[in-house]
């Protein structure tokens, strides 16, 4: 009976929050941008998650002008759709919205070309190639066991070499962007203005600023303050209020 009514609770807050996006969807049509808004937060407060919400949520934050919020919600959309060159392309719009302009440091040597590598598919797709690869390792296994010519055999046998090398770059790739996925912690900036310290604490010396929209990677926390680095290499202590992280 417990699992009957479990059950019909899922349904119903399911129901309940595909109707909330599809009223988001409608307001939004209707330039309701804030009412919009407001409608896939409430879907957001019951639980569900989706690439399609928060980049719709990012839109209604856009059109509203509010910088930090459009940002966020389009970076929580990246990190569930890796990669969609539409939410990319309106992410991009709502940077250029952004006061503070923090050129990327390029990185070069080994590292970059590893991270570029791995950084071509989400861990989840790398683990999928792995599985698949190791279907088609299973394929030239009974290819080379049924053969009955020397020259099929030879070219299952290098095949199945060539396959397990595959499958160990997949699966190292994957443990790789998980490790680098799990590690970063970007941020958004929703303080109007605020001011990095070079210590965590009121009284340090003012290093630079900031203002809201700009990204940042938290490296550490202590208290009520977080060390974080800019794209250029900037390093400093913000207050941990002052900023929203988006994983």
Known sequence: MKKIALILIL???????????????????????????????????????????????????????????????????LVLSPGNAEIETNLKFAQKMTIDEIKEVPKVGFEKLLRDFTGSLHYDSWAWAAVWLAFAFLGFFLGYYFSRTTLSKRIFFVGMFVLVFAILVAVLAALFEKSYYENERPAIVFAEMTVVKSEPRTTANDVFTLHEGTKVMVLERTANWDKIELLDGSEGWIETSAIKEVK
């Open 11 to 77: 349904v119903a807050q399911s129901i309940w929050s595909q109707t909330g996006f599809e009223d988001g969807n409608k307001l939004y049509e209707k330039e309701q941008y804030e009412q919009a808004a407001t409608a896939y937060e409430n879907v957001l407060r019951s639980g569900k998650h989706s690439a399609e919400l928060y980049f719709n949520l990012g839109n209604a934050y856009y059109k509203q002008n509010k910088v930090a919020s459009a940002i966020y919600n389009y970076e929580k959309a």
